[in-house]
């Protein structure tokens, strides 16, 4: 069974430009949460989607936006970028349902740099 | 969520279990206790989950006290592969939706 996948690995930015993060999660899960983690902060999360819609919210300004398609694939946008938004920007799926409803697995994540 | 303290660092020597321990006093009954763990540079990796009773699989054993105050991940037989940010995470699914909390972690370290 494939896992999480994200793509890109890795992207470099400058500020002010947007970016789109792409990510699908195992087959048969509806659940994508994803998380920031730099150094200073740790992992923080951003947002959770189940079949499509948006069940959880993270401290993070409205600039971060994210939505969840019908195959259950999620992406995450950051307009505006700064200096500040550089970061691991990681995606977790579960089955959001069930006795593991709980339980993520995580992708690679895609590394941000902002220029 | 209630809030979780760990060490920050732990040393094991291979071959050897290593410990881990974790505080949550103010856990509530619907919490679980979850550990995760990231091997630099990866996204963090599920081990092992429980409400209120000792659990154990392929990878870990997680030892909860009666009170649910606190709790233990054991690593039987710690390899150098063991070393790593552990993280205790203590949550509720039907109010987090999704939302795991992290804290610091325990840095282990796996020696030869």
């Known amino acids: 069974k494939a896992g999480v996948t994200q793509t890109p690995r890795y992207l470099i930015k400058t500020r002010g430009q947007q970016v789109t993060l792409s990510c699908s999660p195992i087959?048969?899960?509806?659940?994508v949460s994803w998380y920031q983690q730099t150094p200073g902060q740790g992992l923080q999360f951003l947002f959770e989607y189940f079949s499509e819609t948006q069940r959880n919210k993270g401290n993070f300004p409205g600039r971060f936006s994210g939505r969840q398609f019908s195959n259950s694939r999620s992406e995450m946008n950051v307009s505006t970028l700064e200096l500040g938004d550089s970061a691991l920007y990681l995606c977790a799926s579960s089955s959001g349902t069930g006795s593991f409803k709980n339980i993520q697995y995580f992708g690679a994540g895609t590394r941000l740099s902002v220029l | 969520d209630a809030k979780t303290t760990q060490p920050p660092s732990m040393d094991c020597a291979e071959g050897r279990a290593a410990n881990l321990p974790c505080n949550h006093s103010t856990i509530s009954g619907n919490e679980y206790v979850y550990w995760y763990r990231q091997i630099h540079s990866q996204g963090p990796q599920y081990i092992i989950h429980g409400l209120k009773n000792n659990e154990t699989n392929e990878m870990a054993s997680l030892i909860i006290t009666e009170d649910r105050k606190s709790s233990t991940l054991i690593l039987p037989h710690a390899t150098l592969r063991d070393t790593a940010v552990y993280y205790c995470i203590v949550t509720d699914y039907s109010t987090s939706y999704g939302k795991l909390t992290f804290g610091q972690g325990t840095i282990l370290t796996v020696h030869p």
């Open positions: 087959s048969g899960h509806r659940s």
